[in-house]
């Protein structure tokens, strides 16, 4: 099942022609989630991947302490819109890498396109604990905090993996055609 998903995004996705459409959407989203983020985050208050990355309850503790009701409420706010921005971002990546992965054999082709769309699955699931430990300050769990942080890690490894692959395969020499 997961390899009929896969090679349906494969063939909907690693086309070069969306490449303009999901670098645009990527952009614009990134956009306006840093203007949200510019107006809505107050002074003191930590950004997106601090709030990922806290690992302990208590630090999660420290961290809503700092921001204060405005800055929660600020974060629920960007964890929404940051759903769109994974939709963006992992559309983006995945439509870049699977254009560039179109020359090489279909199988390995397929696993590394995998790569952004797992994180992107990851980012989904981290920001929807996100959102459930903010709208429950009261009942921090150290165990969903650190689970949290793990998922977010993963991730962003992953788009880091993700990066690396894109600028391997954009700047690596093409092979010699006869």
Request: glycine residues 6%.
């Amino acid at each position: 099942m997961y390899r009929k998903i896969l090679d349906f995004l494969f063939q909907l996705i690693a086309v070069r022609q969306y490449l303009i459409f999901t670098g645009m959407f990527f952009v614009l989203t990134a956009l306006c989630l840093y203007i949200l983020d510019v107006q809505l985050r107050p002074q003191g208050c930590g950004d997106m991947i601090s709030l990922e990355l806290l690992f302990t309850k208590s630090a999660m503790s420290d961290f809503l302490g700092s921001c204060g009701e405005d800055g929660v409420r600020a974060h629920l706010i960007l964890l929404w819109v940051d759903y769109i921005f994974v939709i963006a971002y992992v559309g983006f990546m995945a439509n870049l890498l699977g254009s560039l992965l179109r020359k090489i054999h279909y199988e390995r082709a397929l696993t590394l396109f995998s790569i952004p769309i797992i994180a992107g699955v990851l980012d989904f699931i981290e920001n929807t604990l996100l959102l459930y430990q903010l709208q429950n300050i009261d009942k921090l769990s150290g165990a969903l905090v650190f689970i949290t942080s793990i998922i977010a890690l993963v991730k962003l490894i992953l788009i880091v993996i993700a990066i690396v692959l894109i600028l391997y395969f954009l700047f690596s020499k093409k092979p010699a055609q006869s």
